[in-house]
Nanobody
Framework: QVQLVESGGGLVQAGGSLRLSCAAS????????MGWFRQAPGKEREYVAV????????VYADSVKGRFTISRDNAKNTVYLQMNSLKPEDTAVYFC????????????????WGQGTQVTVSS
């Protein structure tokens, strides 16, 4: 079992930045693909950014490309999401997730999920 705990969410003005962290426990995440997903009120959960086991492989949703950066520190068993140039449409609950796949943008392939952290971007 892998337990995931997100932190770093909050309220920020448009154009601002936030850094989300996802701390894992129970098992090392070095053999898990990791991802950040988000869900806004009334909308389906969508992938934001995912990263492969070893880090170099990343995939970003078009809506965040060039603004968000996903990274991982396997030694600290932690995954990060640096969010810059935030927009009101980025407002959502952000979830961290782990998959046994090398890398995936499909939420159904993720085996473990955190409880989520709220990000609110004001205009």
């Amino acid at each position: 079992q892998v337990q995931l705990v997100e932190s770093g969410g909050g309220l920020v003005q448009a154009g601002g930045s936030l850094r989300l962290s996802c701390a894992a426990s129970g098992r090392t995440i070095s053999n898990y693909g990791m991802g950040w997903f988000r869900q806004a009120p009334g909308k389906e959960r969508e992938y934001v950014a995912v990263i492969g086991w070893s880090g170099p492989s990343t995939v970003y949703a078009d809506s965040v490309k060039g603004r968000f950066t996903i990274s991982r520190d396997n030694a600290k068993n932690t995954v990060y999401l640096q969010m810059n140039s935030l927009k009101p449409e980025d407002t959502a609950v952000y979830f961290c997730a782990a998959t046994v796949q090398y890398i995936s943008i499909r939420s159904v392939q993720y085996n473990y999920w955190g409880q989520g952290t709220q990000v609110t971007v004001s205009s």
